[in-house]
């Protein structure tokens, strides 16, 4: 068995992501405030040491490239973020934090998918394949933390 998260199932691996990601935030001091419900896409609220401003956040936890969340459970703002928690098949848990307002200009690495005339839910997407890989790296935890901290 060893270290690993392919036995966890999708319900374990979200709540994974999220305990990542509250303790990430947690130790670079921001408080944490977790909603009763979780029906309009935030999974917790961070406010940021001083109080000087705080966070609706989305975790989003993954074994595989894609993941999206649709357009009307995320607002694109400067208050709004999400955490993207890649779980590798071995090893520490990735975490890369996207502010929403990052969609407005979709690339390889943040997609916008309107489905019109279909089925399908409008969304936004997280392609993290091989070729948007070098995209994702800008959006690392550490470089989130370090321009709060100017």
């Known amino acids: 068995m060893g270290d690993t998260w392919e036995n966890l199932s999708r319900v374990q691996l979200g709540l994974a992501g999220e305990y990542y990601a509250r ?4 130790r670079h ?7 009763c419900t979780d029906d309009h896409g935030v999974d917790f609220i961070a406010i940021a040491p001083e109080a000087k401003s705080f966070y609706a956040v989305q975790v989003k936890s993954v074994r595989d490239s894609y993941t999206f969340i649709a357009k009307d459970k995320l607002t694109l703002d400067d208050n709004h973020l999400v955490c993207y928690v890649r779980f590798p098949s071995s090893g520490e848990p990735e975490l890369f934090i996207i502010p929403t307002k ?4 979709p690339n390889a690495l943040l997609t916008s998918r309107s489905y ?3 089925k399908s839910t409008p969304e936004y997407g997280i392609n993290s394949s091989q070729k948007a890989r070098a995209l994702l790296e800008g959006y690392a935890s ?3 933390f370090d321009a709060l901290n100017g």
Not at 29 to 35: A, E, G, L, N, R
């Open 23 to 26: 303790m990430l935030f947690q």
């Open 29 to 35: 001091k921001f408080q944490i405030y977790i909603p």
């Open 102 to 105: 990052e969609w407005e200009s």
């Open 116 to 118: 019109e005339s279909k």
């Open 142 to 144: 550490e470089r989130f």
